[in-house]
């Protein structure tokens, strides 16, 4: 069974981090682009940081480069986004998705909120 199971979100001052972790099963993280997106109330989805397919390469929204860093762990099958230096308007749902050219699977999400 394919599944994408986030974790690491909750609540954190301004200026704090966060670990969230998307583990995957019944695919290999590998063999696909693995991209984390966010969506916060009223607000389309917009894409975060994207880790291609066996690459070592990143993209980061402008909005978060510097300050967030993608990376894949390929023994644990699971896709990482550290998340530093964190601000109001980080604040939202985070997705983890995996596209390849036959399949596109999303996670249920997982809230942050940064608030003092």
């Known amino acids: 069974q394919v599944q994408l199971v986030e974790s690491g979100g909750g609540l954190v001052q301004p200026g704090g981090s966060l670990r969230l972790s998307c583990a995957a099963s019944?695919?290999?993280?590998?063999?696909?682009?693995m991209t984390w997106y966010r969506q916060a109330p009223g607000k389309e989805r917009e894409l975060v940081a994207t880790?291609?397919?066996?690459?070592?390469?990143?993209y980061y929204a402008d909005s978060v480069k510097g300050r967030f860093t993608i990376s894949r762990d390929d023994n644990r099958n699971t896709v990482i986004l550290q998340m530093n230096s964190l601000r109001p308007e980080d604040t939202a749902a985070y997705y983890c998705?995996?596209?390849?050219?036959?399949?596109?699977?999303w996670g249920q999400g997982t809230q942050v909120t940064v608030s003092s």
């Open positions: 019944g695919f290999t993280v590998s063999m696909y682009a």
């Open positions: 998705n995996a596209a390849r050219w036959d399949s596109i699977y």
């Open positions: 880790i291609p397919t066996a690459s070592d390469s990143t």
